[in-house]
């Protein structure tokens, strides 16, 4: 059971925009730097978006990352069929001590 | 190019034993944080483990704690995880990954652990 909770699914036509949430709390989001991750089918999980808004080498500028208060927020602009996909953002929870991810969002294209 | 490469994974009774390992490769592996990440079948991704880079501290979720062993050899640039009594509830795809408290950078390809009867 996550702590931090996010869309099902969200969908938009190519070329459009689509953002995904990330509701958590003061001892996770409020406190700790987001991370969010891309899962494609059948493969492992790869870093999109680091220390809130800060993307990896490689990582095109089409995907952004915010954070407000206890939330965070990932957007994709100019959507492709290659960005459908799972994404989960994940963050370190001081009162639990571990690390943990939001509920998953599906992106459909 | 980091590279981290499971082993290990496969079919066990419920009861019983597994020990995975995972080979690191390009980066300076005792420098870092590894933790292990599961994801059962269908379902969202959920932090299993971790361990500092000198081994002198490790992290267990709740749902494992006294039954798995995180552990690593920074000689040989391997990270361990050794589950025992292990429960259906344990099937999932085990990944090892870099990483612990302020993000996860790379992840392995990870490794299938079913528990069944």
């Known amino acids: 059971q996550s702590v931090l909770t996010q869309p099902p699914s969200v969908s938009a036509a190519p070329g459009q925009k689509v953002t995904i949430s990330c509701s958590g709390s003061?001892?996770?989001?409020?406190?700790?730097?987001v991370s969010w991750y891309q899962q494609l089918p059948g493969t492992a999980p790869n870093l999109l978006i680091y220390?809130?808004?800060k993307r990896p080498s490689g990582i095109p500028d089409r995907f952004s990352g915010s954070r407000s208060g206890t939330s965070a927020t990932l957007d994709i602009t100019g959507l492709q069929t290659g960005d459908e996909a799972d994404y989960y953002c994940?963050?370190?929870?001081?009162?639990?001590?571990?690390?943990?991810f939001g509920t998953g969002t599906k992106v459909t294209v | 190019e980091v590279q981290l490469l499971e082993s290990g994974g496969g079919f066990v009774q419920p009861g019983g034993s597994l020990r995975l390992s995972c080979a690191a490769s390009?980066?300076?592996?005792?420098?870092?944080?590894m933790s292990w990440v599961r994801q059962a079948p269908g379902r969202g991704l959920d932090w299993v483990s971790a361990?500092?880079?000198?081994?002198?501290?490790?992290y267990y979720a709740d749902s494992v704690k006294g039954r798995f062993t995180i552990s690593r050899d920074n000689s040989n640039s391997t990270l361990y995880l050794q589950m025992n009594s292990l429960r259906a509830e344990d099937t999932a795809i085990y990944y090892c990954?870099?990483?612990?408290?302020?993000?996860?950078?790379?992840w392995g390809q990870g490794s299938l652990v079913t528990v069944s009867s």
């Open positions: 361990i500092s880079g000198s081994a002198s501290n490790t």
């Open positions: 003061s001892s996770n989001i409020g406190n700790n730097y």
């Open positions: 390009g980066f300076t592996f005792s420098s870092y944080a």
């Open positions: 994940g963050t370190w929870d001081s009162s639990l001590s571990t690390y943990v």
């Open positions: 220390a809130n808004n």
């Open positions: 990954v870099k990483g612990y408290t302020y993000t996860i950078d790379y």
